[in-house]
């Protein structure tokens, strides 16, 4: 009968204005539902849905067409109805963002209700305590509801199958719930159900599919689980169940699954587990089960999958792992142990192997090559020996080999290369010897490769640079030596790269990367380093070195860099570094002394008598030492036009009188050529470390066509293999340093000359590049001042008069001490580039602006000139950090421009910096009208 009060009073309701329209059937429905009595329509299913709706929250309007005006539900989203009755049969709403609580009230008002479904949605509160009296099928899985499972389910007479996984819900498993008469299937795994499973499985279950995985469920299995018969899979896995497995399992014929890992399951593994023929998945693993593995397993002929890992399982790795078509085997981390015997025909089915973490000895059998789907081999941390068989190159689907943590000895076989599906290569912690081969660069799919740990010698092969998947590699510890391929900077994936503990050196690699490679992955090498601030050469550390005050013979102290405090100094903080500065410092002094004269007699025409005797006597002591140096005495080369000779008259001799100053590679002295042209001479003092004749005409020559009006133009040479002198243009108002440091408060430097200071060094530097020409040596003293205070740049491109092999002592000589030296400077071997120039830059325009030097040495402290200026920064006070005699005559907005371009080009890393060009372009920005605020120039 469809005509009944109800749906004339639903006709009433579509009448009545809107708030008490949707109350209405609320109330209808609750009246009916308190009677209990009336027969339910198909007008009562619309109104029991639109009250279920008006529960949920439905943030995706999914169920926005149940609308309390239609006639029937059997069209809306979700509903389906028995075609016979058109009443509600089903409601199937998985992951419809649904939220709230179901609705005891309407969802027992659905009676033909057959099949509930809302997985994935998220519903809360608790689970009704009755359901729809033909419900078969209710899917609640994947929502959050909490409390008990209502013991009431237990009389839910039509349940076939319930699943309630991922949910809340807590309390036991309730009594009674396996002897439903229809029950197939139950799952309510991963909730945080508790206590004993309850036992009551009757003979006539009609059980197939249990799963209590997940939970805290303890106690012992129930024993007579094994009484439902039809099981085909029981996961009773991840739990806290204790006792052994209840022996009713045997009586399983059917049971495909069985899983229990994951609980505390003791006991020795018994040969009836052999009965279940049907197995095809046994997870035993992380418990406890002890004695060794069954033969009888081999029964199970279809088992597919094992895992035992995790026990305490003894005796030798059973022969069914390689007789029975299994897929998959792990007995990882148990006590089993012998040798891993492979029968040459063993089932090749094998897909994953792990017997990781036992005690398995003998040698990897060559044999393991018949297992040609094998995928994943791990045989980690066990006590196997010999050499990886060379077969290992036949297995063409391996992609995990984990060896690791062996005694593995011998060399990796260069066969290895035939293992193109490789994605890890693992074999650290052994005793390898031998090279890598460079057939690995074959294994084009290797993302993770360890050998750290063992004894491999020689270089990295350059081959590897074309594992372009390569993410992670560990070769530390080990005996490698030479340098780093250039050909890893390809490697874009890498993020792990430990060479630590070897015997490498040369430079890193050119990339990301490698840029910013921690010192960690670099540490303990010959002379591999990083660029990065806090890391340093191997063997180098950048600790300061606290001396100890009271030290009475301090042999750094008369050549410690210049500084007023110096004299008072009792307590010095130095980097290593600055110390080999220091000593090579030192080394000069005592180098410098003895030769004070220049012998050009072979060209000047002076006579010699016309030479101080002091200075003679020097110069007879050489030549005496070296008689064929007169023979083949040094000729002048000038450059360009003009005159090609010293002056005559005994004035142009190179004494202590004319010393304009020193550097670290050499002497400067004033002097005058035959036409009246000021010169200054530059003595190289490191002689024994110039480079062939040949090579040191080609780079002065190189250096000679240099001209800019921003550089100190070096106008000829002078070559003997004892001697060499280079001529420059004599600039007459001395240094920036100077001007910088040992001014006067009124002369000082303005504002604006120290800006076209600035702008003038960067043109240069930019010029030198152009002409791939490196400075290497800029700092204040370096740069001069013309008569109208344009700056020209000095001393530039030496370095490359040297051979390369001492650099590192070399240019610490220069530089270190004063704070102009790039970090990536301090290693021997790593590529220095021209943006050692702009970190160098860097320094000097924080110098200028702030006129202080870059590092200045207190009584018991450093300052660096870069950290205080970037520290004032983050403090937002760089007024305190700028030079005291510029008070008012600039913009601060300017100067902040300018000391944040000066800190760019310090970064500590290379790759950080801009290069020149880029810095003159903004330079001539910060210049220029729009650039400059109105509050400019007092
Ligand atoms: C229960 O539902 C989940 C999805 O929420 C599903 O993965 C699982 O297989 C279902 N269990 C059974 C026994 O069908
Ligand atoms: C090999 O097994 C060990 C120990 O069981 C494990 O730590 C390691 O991750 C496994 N290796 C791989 C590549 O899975
Ligand atoms: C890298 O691979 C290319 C192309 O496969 C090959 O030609 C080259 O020889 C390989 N390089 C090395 C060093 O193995
Ligand atoms: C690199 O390897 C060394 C030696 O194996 C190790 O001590 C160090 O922790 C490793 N570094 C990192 C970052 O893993
Ligand atoms: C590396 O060591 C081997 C000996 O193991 C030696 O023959 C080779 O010359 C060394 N190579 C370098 C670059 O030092
Ligand atoms: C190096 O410096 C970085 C930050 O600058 C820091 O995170 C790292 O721990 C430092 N490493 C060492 C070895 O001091």
Redesign the pocket.
Known sequence: MISSPTSSSAAAAAAMPTPSRLLFPVLVLLAASAGAATAATVSDDVLALVVLKSGLFDPAGRLAPWSEDADRACAWPGVSCDSRTDRVAALDLPAASLAGRLPRAALLRLDALVSLALPGNRLSGTLPDALPPRLRSLDLSGNAISGGIPASLASCESLVSLNLSRNRLTGPVPDGIWSLPSLRSVDLSGNLLSGSVPGGFPRSSSLREVDLSRNLLQGEIPADIGEAGLLKSLDLGHNSFTGGLPESLRGLSGLSFLGAGGNDLSEELQPWIGEMAALERLDLSANRFTGTIPDAISGCKNLVEVDLSRNALTGELPWWVFGVPLQRVSVSGNALSGWVKVPRDAAATLEALDLSANAFTGVIPPEISTLARLQYLNLSSNSMSGQLPASIGLMLMLEVLDVSANKLDGVVPLEIGGAVALRQLLMGRNSLTGWIPVQIGTCKSLIALDLSHNKLAGSIPISMGNLTSLQTVDLSDNLLNGSLPMELSKLDSLRFFNVSHNSLSGSLPNSRFFDSI???FLSDNAGLCSS????SCNGVMPKPIVFNPNSSSDPWMDVAPSSPSNRHQRKMILSISTLIAIVGGAVIVIGVVTITVLNLRAHATASRSALPTSLSDDYHSQSAESPENEAKSGKLVMFGRGSSDFSADGHALLNKDCELGRGGFGTVYKAVLRDGQPVAIKKLTVSSMVKSEHDFKQHVKLLGKVRHHNIVTLKGFYWTSSLQLLIYEFIPAGSLHQHLHECSYESSLSWVERFDIIVGVARALVHLHRYGIIHYNLKSSNVLLDTNGEPRVGDYGLVNLLPMLDRYVLSSKIQSVLGYMAPEFTCTTVKVTEKCDIYSFGVLVLEILSGRRPVEYLEDSVVVLSDLVSDALDDDRLEDCMDPRLSGEFSMVEATLIIKLGLVCAS?VPSQRPDMAEVVSMLEMVRSPQGTPEDDLV
Do not use: C, E, G
């Not at 990065?532 to 890391?535: G, Y």
């Open positions: 921690p010192y960690s990065q601030k806090n890391s500590q």
